[in-house]
Nanobody, 124 residues
Framework: VQLQASGGGLVQAGGSLRLSCGSS????????MGWFRQAQGKEREFVAA????????EYSDSVKGRFIISRDNTENVVSLQMNSLEPEDTATYFC??????????????????WGQGTLVTVSS
């Protein structure tokens, strides 16, 4: 599965961005999808994940209430709507696919496929 993440950019604190993750060819409806991020000098951390159907979602405490993960299995896209952005949200964001289970996971090692990352920079 080849994943392509897009939508990153430079935004002021308090602003919004919408990230998208798609795949050419492979249908994402068979995968639990997650978003992770990695700030410079830090480890990759979980941001949000969504089940096959989109019914179950999980968020990290740091983004809960500000970010919304969603998926459109018809369009083969998973999105991350990021609102009320803070400078601490600055990182490279990665989408990932977990094909081994129907359960949403926060653990990076559970995900089988990763996109190339898209940079989000939030200025103060």
């Amino acid at each position: 599965v080849q994943l392509q993440a897009s939508g990153g950019g430079l935004v002021q604190a308090g602003g919004s961005l919408r990230l998208s993750c798609g795949s050419s060819g492979q249908k994402l409806r068979n995968y639990v999808m997650g978003w992770f991020r990695q700030a410079q000098g830090k480890e990759r951390e979980f941001v949000a994940a969504i089940s096959w159907s989109g019914i179950q979602t999980e968020y990290s405490d740091s983004v809960k209430g500000r970010f919304i993960i969603s998926r459109d299995n018809t369009e083969n896209v998973v999105s991350l709507q990021m609102n009320s952005l803070e400078p601490e949200d600055t990182a490279t964001y990665f989408c990932a696919a977990d094909g081994g289970t129907s359960h949403v996971s926060k653990t990076p090692g559970r995900y089988d496929y990763w996109g190339q990352g898209t940079l989000v920079t939030v200025s103060s």
